[in-house]
């Protein structure tokens, strides 16, 4: 088609371009504060040093924090993943109503704001006495986690044709042997994204964990949390570039999942 | 319209070669080839849609080479249609007058008179999904001539209806034409389609025209093997030239062992490999005592007509097509003769 | 056939029992909560209703949240036409250059807008040196700052339905358009935004109904300047434990965004890919 205009194209490029440096550029900006010298936090830094990791690594309510983290991180993955993958094979062998009206419920903890769902379990956890345990941050994240597992294995079940598992049937193999040989290999990538998702859902999750955690039990972003608020020192900016690396990491293994699944970036 | 050494590259790839080309007005024409033979490059030219390499474009006397598509008054008609999916039928066919700014009134007659032209009345209203494929083609045409176009352009309109709406829709096409004799560039591959609705076909091939002609022109004196073979059914056997004589040539026919003079196409010359073009009908049976000995291998009964592939001796077949003759059986031995006259000698590409 | 149906039940268990107990049972329960005050059934709303300050807060929230929206799908659209005509590596960059963000903390990316907005911070800085300000600019603590931040979480939900619609633009639309004689700006009116409208409209609601429930990005950067529904609730809990207040504070909110989706799940056309291909 005729193209459109020399001027449009440019304003558009560095319009976007604009906007993609807001995206992505603040995000960074943790990263020198963290190496910063003096105890207080300062953009640019006066000068550089490693002291704030030192401080973060000797302090055992940051090393805790941190190991806090990812044990929940890993209960929720676990719940999610398990559950969450089971409901996607339940929910495809399921037509009309029943299956809207499930899909709806296992997407709900995404629909409902985050605020609500906190508050919510948190009064619960505290009559079952549940709160301030890494079992109940676990099973509250894994909630919220859940739509993103049965989203992204059921996506990859839309990639199992009917007729493989016909053809296999007609080989003679049974059902589990038709689920491990031919629906797991194929939904594996799926299964694997929605795994990496829950954990930094988890990993990454403020809201309900400030409720739940209780001080024995606190995840790193809530001490982040609680920090900001009292002290604000660099010491903040490591914990927050320790994030970064870890969601860095997780981001770019799901790309490599995703690629060699041939699906959309998740 | 006319095209003046317009040519089209991509990279070191031509998609179409330098082609001189005049639609005369009122002409409808009919760019007609093999996908990738620089029908629709051409097509895009004329709209405005491509930009050519080099040479110049003319409509009337209005040079329009840079101008872009909205500039050249030109209806076009899409493969698919590209009617828009969020307006009415109405609002697509108003489309291009609304743009232009007409006064309200004036619109909602012309659209009326474009809905009523294809027969579409009373859909004004409708949304464009809830119409059948032949509909949106007419909404397609409907709005392209609404704007009174100088040049309208139409992509393989009919590709995506079923066979029998096709024949039912290029009839629609022809009497539209009849009665308004707008200058039309029509591109499709279906060589039947071509000869239905055409004044003149241009037969392309690797970007550029091989041949320019009415249908009789092109179905009679194919200037190639190739035209022969894309308009009509054929029969191209190797023959070799002995020598020419103005319009005729005297051949050596291997697959007959044996010689003859037949009308020629032009370039050609004593020594050259060619093809003599017998087409079906002019494949004879039992007409002449000494004919060539052959055998029926196949009877096809196609209900007015018998199709059937005749084995000659030398073991070359040839298809004939015959009205309906019951007597006609597999394995008979017949004596093949054909029409000398209304064979031709092509060069064999 | 039965033994199909039991193992489709035994796949779905687990979820839905999971769901049942964590989920449905405390909010049903938190709900219950807000009738069920010793002032009377609807005496939470009432007190929500009436007075000035809660009131307040439920405006604000609701034009921050607004303007949030607006401010996203603005600043969405040059990304996602750019990416419509971007192709292999550039497209990659800019594609990833919106994902990416996703992955990161709320919490990390509101903390380093702390850092960027503070009175002495870089963009004051930068600002004075430039000679637009002579003063620092108050950028945090109040709505300016929790814009800036909302803004900068939810831009990437903007962008990507309205990316998917403009890529299910048809090209021929807007060649048949221009070849109607329609100018530049003609087509874009008539043919283009239109067809971007789905996504558009998609992305502004998401962003509006995901605004309306924030809570990190307000309480850090907006502070007591800029109280939002969901901070209100928070503080009902921790400051004054009245749980009654917090949970009709839920239930409105809850009820405001399921009716704001229900309303637009039937003017939208999410998901059906209407003017799709």
Redesign the interface.
């Known amino acids: 088609m005729s193209k459109s205009p020399l001027w449009l194209r440019l304003l558009a490029q560095i319009s976007a371009g604009l906007v993609l440096a807001f995206l992505c550029l603040p995000i960074l900006a943790v990263i020198p504060a963290s190496f910063n010298q003096a105890s207080f936090i300062t953009l640019p830094p006066v000068a550089y040093s490693g002291r704030w990791y030192e401080a973060f690594i000797s302090d055992p309510e940051w090393r805790q924090a941190l190991f806090a983290s990812l044990h929940v991180a890993v209960i929720a993955t676990i719940v999610a993943v398990v559950t969450g993958t089971a409901a996607a094979l339940g929910l495809h062998r399921l037509t009309g109503r029943s299956r809207g009206i499930l899909t709806g419920l296992f997407l709900a903890p995404m629909i409902v704001p985050v605020i609500v769902t906190a508050v919510a379990v948190y009064r619960s956890a505290l009559d079952v006495g549940l709160s301030g345990t890494p079992l109940g941050l676990g099973l509250a994240h894994a909630l919220l986690a859940l739509p993103f597992v049965v989203i992204n294995v059921g996506i990859a079940l839309r990639g199992v044709e009917e007729n493989w598992l016909r053809a296999a049937a007609g080989l003679g193999a049974g059902p589990w042997r038709i689920f491990r040989t031919v629906t797991l290999p194929n939904i594996a990538p799926g299964i694997v994204g929605g795994a990496i998702f829950s954990f930094i859902t988890s990993f990454d999750e403020v809201v309900v964990a400030v409720f739940l955690a209780g001080y024995a039990n606190k995840t790193l972003p809530v001490k982040i949390w609680e920090s900001i608020r009292l002290e604000f020192t660099p010491v903040v900016a490591v914990a927050a570039t320790l994030m970064i690396v870890l969601a860095i990491v997780l981001f770019a293994v799901a790309q490599l999942l995703s690629k060699s699944g041939k699906k959309q970036p998740i | 319209m006319r095209f003046a050494g317009s040519a089209k590259n991509y990279g070191a790839v031509a998609a179409l070669k330098p082609t001189d080309l005049e639609i005369r007005d009122g002409e409808f024409m009919t760019l007609l080839g093999p996908s990738g033979s620089g029908k629709t490059t051409l097509l895009n030219l004329a709209a405005g849609y491509l930009e050519p390499s080099a040479g110049r474009i003319f409509i009337g006397e209005r040079d329009v080479t840079n101008l872009p598509a909205r500039q050249r008054n030109i209806g076009m008609v899409f493969q698919n249609y590209a009617l828009f999916p969020h307006m009415s039928v109405a609002d697509n066919v108003a489309y291009g007058l609304t743009v232009r700014r007409l006064p309200k009134p004036e619109i909602q007659r012309r659209v009326a008179a474009a809905l009523a032209m294809v027969r579409l009345d009373d859909y004004g209203a409708r949304r464009i999904q809830e119409l059948s494929g032949g509909q949106q083609q007419r909404v397609a045409l409907a709005r392209a001539i609404v704007i009174e176009p100088d040049v309208l352009l139409m992509d393989e309109p009919l590709g995506a209806l079923d066979k029998q709406l096709r024949r039912q829709v290029q009839l629609e096409l022809r009497r539209l034409h009849e009665e308004h004799r707008r200058t039309t560039i029509y591109v499709t591959h279906d060589q039947e389609e071509a000869l239905v609705l055409s004044d003149r076909v241009a037969v392309m091939r690797d970007g550029s025209i091989e041949q320019l002609g009415t249908a009789a022109e092109l179905y009679d004196e194919p200037v190639n093997a190739f035209v022969a073979g894309f308009i009509g059914e054929s029969n191209l056997l190797p023959a070799k030239v002995v020598s020419v004589s103005g319009a005729e040539a005297r051949i050596d026919i291997a697959a007959f062992g044996q010689s003859a003079n037949v009308p020629a196409a032009k370039g050609l010359k004593a020594g050259d490999d060619a093809r003599l073009l017998i087409r079906p009908e002019h494949v004879l049976i039992d007409r002449e005592p000494d004919g060539l000995a052959a055998e029926i291998t196949e009877v096809v009964y196609l209900g007015e007509l018998t199709a059937f592939n005749l084995r000659l001796a030398t073991g070359e077949t040839v298809w004939g097509r015959q009205i309906t003759d019951r007597s006609l059986k597999r394995g008979m031995s017949v004596k093949a003769s054909w029409k000398r006259a209304s064979a031709r000698i092509v060069p064999k590409n | 056939m039965a033994r199909?149906h039991i193992?489709?039940?035994?796949?779905?268990a687990?979820?839905?029992i999971?769901?049942f107990l964590?989920?449905v049972?405390?909010?049903a329960?938190?709900f219950s909560?807000a009738f069920t005050d010793e002032a009377g059934p609807f005496a939470t709303f009432a007190i929500l209703a009436d007075s000035d300050v809660y009131r307040r807060v439920m405006v604000n929230t609701f034009l921050v949240a607004l303007a949030v929206a607006l401010i996203t799908v603005v600043?969405?659209w040059?990304?996602a036409?750019?990416l419509t005509?971007l192709k292999g590596f550039w497209f990659a960059f800019?594609?990833?250059?919106?994902?990416?963000?996703f992955?990161?903390?709320?919490?990390?990316?509101t903390?380093?807008?702390?850092?960027?907005l503070e009175r002495?911070?870089?963009l004051n800085r930068f600002l004075i040196n430039l000679g637009i300000t002579d003063k620092p600019l108050a950028l945090l603590f109040n709505d300016t700052g929790v814009m800036i931040g909302m803004v900068?979480v939810l831009?990437?939900y903007a962008i990507l339905p309205l990316y998917g619609a403009m890529l299910r633009i048809?090209?021929?639309?807007?060649?048949?358009?221009?070849?109607?004689?329609?100018?530049?700006f003609?087509t874009f009116r008539?043919?283009y935004f239109?067809?971007c409208l789905p996504g558009l409209m998609g992305g502004a609601t998401f962003v509006f109904l995901l605004s309306?429930?924030f809570?990190?990005t307000p309480a850090?950067l907006g502070g007591s300047n800029a109280i939002t529904l969901?901070m209100l609730?928070?503080s009902f809990?921790n400051d004054r434990l009245a749980?009654s207040l917090?949970?009709a504070a839920?239930l409105v909110?809850?009820v405001v965004?399921?009716a704001l989706?229900a309303a637009t799940a039937k003017v939208l056309p999410f998901g059906k890919g209407?003017?799709a291909k």
């Open positions: 199909r193992e489709t039940l035994l796949l779905l687990p979820a839905v999971f769901l964590c989920f049972v405390p909010l329960r938190l909560l600043l969405a040059p990304v036409y750019i005509k800019a594609l990833y250059g919106v994902l990416f963000p992955w990161i903390s709320v919490l990390v990316r903390f380093s807008w702390m850092i960027l002495n911070g870089p900068h831009l990437p048809d090209q021929r639309l807007l060649m048949a358009s221009d070849g109607l004689g329609a100018g530049l003609d008539r043919v239109p067809l309306l429930g809570f990190i850090l969901s609730i928070a809990i749980w917090a949970a839920s909110l809850l965004v399921l989706l209407m003017y």
